[in-house]
């Protein structure tokens, strides 16, 4: 048997993000750091020594065509995510990796999804959670039918919309087996986090009506639940599934727990980057060796997440039910900061 490809990266946005990504394609003998990229040099001269990269630049977009890579990953904050589709896409990558969120709006996100599928590169986001025990022990408790049948699947994060509601939509969508979302309806409130870098209401919450009659409840930011069990906002979600016979749930820093036809469950588990970001990068070598071999965090299913999310925005804006799919409409951010009240 002929030894398998190894795939060239080139990584951009060196901050927290960008040297988790760098540090687990340097860990695996499958990938080959060839760039880096960053336009503060600082950042970007300490991770060019830590994962010793000699090809560095502060232009993305030119040091893809220069190294042409097989894999283009970026990590720069949300404002910041056509443009650097298009340059791996012009680069001619296989594959693109990047963070959540896919997009800012819909239009942005059906743009970076045509260019995508007309060139025919495979794209991966970073909703990595979902490697963590924790969350998959709950995934397999839904999975084997121990609550019964699931009618209800729910997310709730006091960390704010753009960083934390497509993590929350995505894992509630894998619990529900990735039934179509219909409708949503959908309120928002606040515009103090409108100019954030992860720009989002103060608070946005959802309810969705998947096709297999499952209903969903998502709700991000200031006034959605605490999770008084766990410190620090962005590990304070909660996402589960209550069927007919318990429910299951995971705490993205505080383990799992469940009522079950077997009793009382619980067990550990945090978000752990070290532990999550091994298996999330190995599976997108396992995805260019093989077409069947679909990364679970691809980008058509990253984008459903989004759509959801921003059908919410739609929702809140428009007062009424949001049928999906999503065509190209009034940027969400902008229609937010016109009609919600000062
Ligand atoms: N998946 C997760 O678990 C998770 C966790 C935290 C953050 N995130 C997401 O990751 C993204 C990045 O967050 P972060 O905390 O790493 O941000 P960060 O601010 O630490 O890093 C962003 C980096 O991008 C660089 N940059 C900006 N413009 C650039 C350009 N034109 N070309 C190259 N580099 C550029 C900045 O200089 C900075 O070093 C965000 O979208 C955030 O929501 C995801």
Redesign the pocket.
Same mark, same amino acid.
């Given at each position: 048997m002929s030894a398998p490809n190894n795939y060239t990266v080139v990584v951009?946005?060196?901050?927290?993000?960008?040297? *988790?990504h760098a540090d687990a394609f340097h860990k695996n003998r499958r990938f080959e750091l060839v760039g880096l990229?960053?336009?503060?040099r600082e950042?970007l001269e300490a991770a060019a020594t830590k994962f010793g990269v000699s090809e560095t630049g502060?232009?993305?977009a030119q040091l893809v065509k220069k190294t042409r890579p097989d894999i283009f990953c970026?990590?720069?904050?949300?404002g910041?995510r056509l443009p650097?589709i298009r340059a791996g896409v012009e680069a001619g990558v296989k594959l693109i990796a990047y963070?959540?969120?896919t997009a800012l709006s819909t239009n942005e996100a059906l743009e970076i999804m045509s260019l995508v599928r007309k060139a025919g590169v495979k794209t991966v986001v970073?909703?990595?959670?979902r490697y963590g025990e924790h969350y998959r022990k709950v995934k397999e408790i839904i999975a084997r039918g121990a609550i019964g049948r699931v009618h209800t699947v729910y997310g709730t994060a006091t960390g704010w919309m753009?960083?934390m509601m497509t *993590?929350l939509i995505d894992y509630t969508r894998w619990f529900n087996d990735y039934a179509e979302a219909e409708w949503v309806v959908g309120q928002a409130h606040g515009k103090s986090k409108l100019t954030d870098?992860?720009p989002s209401p103060d608070y946005v919450g959802g309810l969705i009506q998947f096709s297999n009659g499952v209903r969903g409840i998502v709700e991000s930011g200031d006034g959605a639940p605490d999770v008084p069990e766990v410190e620090y906002w962005?590990r304070k979600c909660r996402m589960g599934a209550q069927g007919t016979e318990g429910f299951a749930e995971v705490l993205t820093g505080g383990g799992w727990r469940a009522v079950t036809r077997d009793g009382l469950l619980s067990g550990p588990g945090g978000?752990d980057?070290e532990h999550d970001m091994g298996p999330y990068v190995q599976e997108m070598a396992d995805w260019l060796d093989d077409d069947s071999k679909i990364h679970p965090c691809h980008g058509e299913s990253a984008f459903k997440d989004l759509e959801i999310m921003m059908a919410i925005c739609r929702s809140a804006v428009q007062r009424g039910k949001i049928k999906l799919p999503l065509g190209p409409g009034e940027p969400e951010l902008e229609a937010l900061a016109k009609a919600l009240p000062d």
């Open positions: 951009a946005g060196m901050g927290k993000r960008g040297n *988790h990229c960053d336009i503060d950042r502060a232009d993305a970026f990590c720069t904050l949300p910041l650097l963070e959540k969120p970073s909703h990595q959670h753009m960083h *993590h870098n992860h962005w978000m980057y």
